[in-house]
């Protein structure tokens, strides 16, 4: 621009000055000669024009914000300081000083203590004598040391190359790195190598290195490089012992730390549940589901003290999580009124999903009046004694939901169940409640659209088909897998290929039969009791019709207006409690106005019109 503008100028100039000397010069005749003579250049140095001051003259500096230095050969460049706007004083009255301390009113909360106690409140008082289990505990295995077998490498590279080599590919570099059950062979090809052109060798790579579950990953993210996934020939145990026992876990800082295994390059993969905020587990049977379970369930009895987590186990085949109801006393959560620690009644699960919605709700109230957004910094806040128990707050301990078996509850109870669980999902991650659902069925109607919107962690096991894989990691991938603990875990990113930590049950039941010979709680974590509208009625024939509440008429109406007889109905349109709202129910079901509970259907609704209510309500 600087050029073109410096060319315009000086045209601009010479243009008027030829014409003024045009004006004023006389005419000369010229002959043919001269006008076949090459005029000659001059040499002297021509003066720059200057600047014109007038109208024409263009404003560059203050509109284009390009300034014409000097030197017109070089470009300019103008750079404009923003000065911050100047601090306004404060207008005081004549001979009055700045004082040095301003004292301001605060207004105390009505949550706060007002006295400060000395020493911050500890909730591991309760259980001030409990011991983590040890190492001990855990099973050490021979093999679980990783080898490397330099004859069973080569071949393997020798054969990578030449079948890459006989379909036209060539590559500059290969580098290996051995897992504990994969090798991952690292290809740098040549340049003008299509990577789809590698990527569809896997069944010809697998087939000349007569190896099952070949996994291509182009390209690797991060790198320049085309991963090939290769089973080993002698696979390594990745004993729990190793997981747990490493420095990473034993100085981990997560709030609920997961230590799932090692991962291709032999370090200790972990996860923080608490970020996560749920997982979804899906695997077809005996590929490692409830070994990975186990291990995510160990991970944190190890990190976490039974005054800090809860857990609320569903186990519908009633055998794998048996093992846990020793700790009942210490780490387990369940109904006031339930016997077993272990959920294993289909038809009481539910009921206990909706007691986690409740105390959800609950939980949400004490954040609202202790004005924090999450369970941990209310936890802080009530350790340092800022917040008055008097007024119903208390330490809230994380709880961990895990349902085994969860395409049983489906085909059994049906849709009841997953309407608690998308909310718990969608709500509960601020207030520590967090789910872990595992399936060995992973189709549509078992991992339904809501169930994967909510759960962005994922852990793919081995599965038979595509589709299935597709179902879990919205991706191939798991049905590559060659078994026996062998997992992806996805979030967010690309999925990780982890080798999981094997922790056998006799194991377990050591790790609980440790922790239940210590001290523990009274009883077992009681969650909030809930009462299902179309049971809270009962016997009709117990009501008293002649004590009826103020409100029978007006919920009368209402049911019959709307055509619906529902508690839920009469509790959010008049704003009262739920047992108030069920008594109210059971005197409408009495006085034969709406019909008994169906189940989850609406119950009947005896009266049209409200004309014919009014009359009918004349004698009570």
């Not at 050029?3 to 004023?24: H, I, M, N, Y």
């Not at 387990?332 to 272990?342: C, F, G, R, V, Y």
């Not at 759960?455 to 179902?471: E, G, H, K, L």
Request: proline share 6%; glycine share 6%; charged share 25%.
């Amino acid at each position: 621009t600087v050029v073109w503008l410096r060319k315009v100028l000086s045209l601009s100039f010479l243009k008027r000055a030829k014409a003024g000397e045009a004006d004023a010069a006389p005419v000369v005749e010229t002959s043919e000669e001269d006008n076949d003579r090459v005029p000659e250049m001059d040499d002297r140095p021509r003066e720059e024009p200057e600047a014109e001051t007038g109208e024409d003259a263009p404003e560059v500096g203050d509109k284009g914000g390009i300034e014409l230095l000097p030197d017109m050969g070089e470009k300019g460049m103008v750079i404009e300081v923003p000065r911050p706007d100047p601090v306004l004083e404060v207008d005081r009255p004549a001979g009055e000083e700045p004082s040095e301390h301003v004292e301001f009113g605060v207004e105390r909360n009505d949550d706060d203590l007002v006295e400060q106690v000395q020493e911050p409140y500890n909730p591991r008082l309760d259980l001030e004598n409990y011991h983590y289990p040890t190492l001990d505990l855990l099973k050490h295995f021979d093999n679980d040391e990783p080898a490397i077998d330099m004859d069973e490498q080569n071949a393997n590279k020798d054969k990578i190359i030449n079948t890459l080599r006989s379909f036209g590919i060539e590559i500059s570099s290969i580098r290996a790195t051995v897992g504990p059950t994969v090798t991952l062979y690292e290809i740098t090809p040549e340049q003008g190598i299509r990577i789809s052109k590698i990527r569809g060798l896997e069944d010809d790579i697998a087939l000349n290195l007569k190896a099952e579950g070949v996994r291509i990953i182009a390209p690797i993210p991060g790198k320049g490089t085309i991963g090939i996934e290769v089973p080993n020939a002698h696979k390594q145990i990745v004993s729990g012992r190793s997981i747990i026992g490493s420095r990473k876990f034993q100085e981990s800082t997560f709030d609920l730390p997961i230590a799932l295994g090692k991962t291709i390059t032999n370090e200790v993969f972990m996860v923080d549940l608490a970020k996560m905020p749920h997982i979804l587990v899906a695997g077809a049977t005996g590929q490692g589901k409830s070994v990975g379970l186990n291990a995510i369930i160990t991970s944190l009895l190890y990190k976490k003290h039974p005054a800090e987590l809860k857990f609320v186990l569903v186990d519908p085949k009633k055998v794998e999580f048996s093992i846990y109801a020793d700790i009942e006393h210490h780490f387990l959560a369940k109904l006031p009124n339930e016997a077993e620690p272990i959920i294993t009644d289909v038809a009481k699960v539910v009921q206990t999903l909706n007691s986690l919605c409740v105390e959800m709700d609950t939980r949400y109230d004490l954040l609202k009046a202790a004005h924090v957004r999450n369970i941990k910094e209310y936890n802080e806040k009530f350790i340092n004694r800022r917040l008055n128990p008097e007024k119903g707050h208390k330490f809230m301990p994380y709880i961990v939901v895990v349902i085994d078996e969860f395409g049983d509850l489906i085909m059994t109870v049906g849709k009841d169940v997953e309407l608690p669980i998308a909310r718990i999902a969608q709500l509960a991650r601020a207030v520590g409640i967090h789910m872990i659902i595992a399936t060995q069925r992973p189709t549509t109607n078992i991992i339904t659209g809501t169930i994967k919107a909510n759960f962005p962690a994922r852990i793919a096991f081995r599965v038979m088909q595509m589709v299935d894989s597709r179902t879990i990691l919205d991706r191939p991938g798991a049905n590559q897998l060659i078994g026996k603990g062998d997992m992806l875990f996805l979030q967010g990113g690309d999925p990780v290929r982890v080798q999981c930590a094997f922790i056998d049950t006799p194991e377990v039941v050591d790790i609980t039969n440790y922790i239940a010979r210590q001290q523990g709680y009274p009883t077992a974590f009681f969650l909030p009791e809930y009462v299902d509208e179309n049971m809270a009625g009962g016997d009709s024939s117990e009501v008293d019709m002649d004590k009826l509440d103020p409100l029978f008429k007006d919920a009368a109406l209402l049911v019959v207006t709307h055509q619906q007889g529902s508690t839920s109905l009469i509790q959010r349109k008049f704003s009262i409690g739920y047992n108030r709202a069920g008594r109210i129910m059971d005197q409408l079901e009495k006085a034969n106005v709406v019909g008994p509970a169906q189940g989850s259907k609406p119950r009947e609704v005896f009266f049209a019109d409200i004309v014919s209510l009014e009359q009918y309500l004349e004698k009570y």
